[in-house]
T-cell receptor, first 110, second 114 residues
Framework: GESVGLHLPTLSVQEGDNSIINCAYS??????FIWYKQESGKGPQFIIDIRSNMDKRQGQRVTVLLNKTVKHLSLQIAATQPGDSAVYFCAENRGNMLTFGGGTRLMVKP | DVKVTQSSRYLVKRTGEKVFLECVQDMDHENMFWYRQDPGLGLRLIYF???????EKGDIPEGYSVSREKKERFSLILESASTNQTSMYLC?????????????FGPGTRLTVL
């Protein structure tokens, strides 16, 4: 899950398994959420987004689930591959800005 | 493809120096952002701009200023660098009149202040 402290949560999964990365957001007025992937030495890359009028959105091998009741967001990656190893950030909008979580490191074991 | 470029990947400066970090985007985006990224703290917004010559403070603007003279270019300025400004700096841009849109990031500049 997400952390706002100095320790980066780590999720370790076996290649081929499904991964679920969780994020708790703070602002019940947020209406736009986005997941980014950041590989070592690179800037964050967009994965998928969702607006608050939806509770699920699917992309290629990824699904984002939004539970507004408990202010929870999750990213599901199907059939995780070594190339999925990265740090994943969720972000919510705060007015016209994005607020990012602390990130979760995903490690894929061969 | 949207391309956001940053002038340097690595930069080493001394305390008290004036530092310029340049960012250029090639997709005619209205919005541009500067973040700093520190381990475990995610991305924190320093400044952003919705238009040429327009700037707004983010969450941590102290010690920084910005300049947006042209639509494609957004500069971050450290007037007098300090060691606590050692960090990874990320520039981003997005399309549209509001910030609630996908932001495209540059590769980052890792700044070390000695």
């Amino acid at each position: 899950g997400e952390s706002v402290g100095l320790h980066l949560p780590t999720l370790s999964v076996q290649e081929g398994d499904n991964s679920i990365i969780n994020c708790a957001y703070s602002n019940s007025a947020s209406d736009y959420f986005i997941w980014y992937k950041q590989e070592s030495g690179k800037g964050p890359q967009f994965i998928i987004d969702i607006r608050s009028n939806m509770d699920k959105r699917q992309g290629q091998r990824v699904t984002v689930l939004l539970n507004k009741t408990v202010k929870h967001l999750s990213l599901q990656i199907a059939a995780t591959q070594p190339g999925d190893s990265a740090v994943y950030f969720c972000a919510e909008n705060r007015g016209n800005m994005l607020t990012f979580g602390g990130g979760t490191r995903l490690m894929v074991k061969p | 493809d949207v391309k956001v470029t940053q002038s340097s990947r690595y930069l080493v400066k001394r305390t008290g120096e004036k530092v310029f970090l340049e960012c250029v985007q090639d997709m005619d985006h209205e919005n541009m952002f500067w973040y700093r990224q520190d381990p475990g703290l995610g991305l924190r917004l320093i400044y952003f701009s919705y238009d040429v010559k327009m700037k707004e403070k983010g969450d941590i603007p102290e010690g920084y200023s910005v300049s947006r003279e042209k639509k494609e270019r957004f500069s971050l300025i450290l007037e007098s660098a300090s060691t606590n400004q050692t960090s990874m700096y990320l520039c981003a841009s997005s399309f549209g009149t509001q910030g609630i849109d996908e932001q495209f990031f540059g590769p980052g500049t890792r700044l070390t202040v000695l």
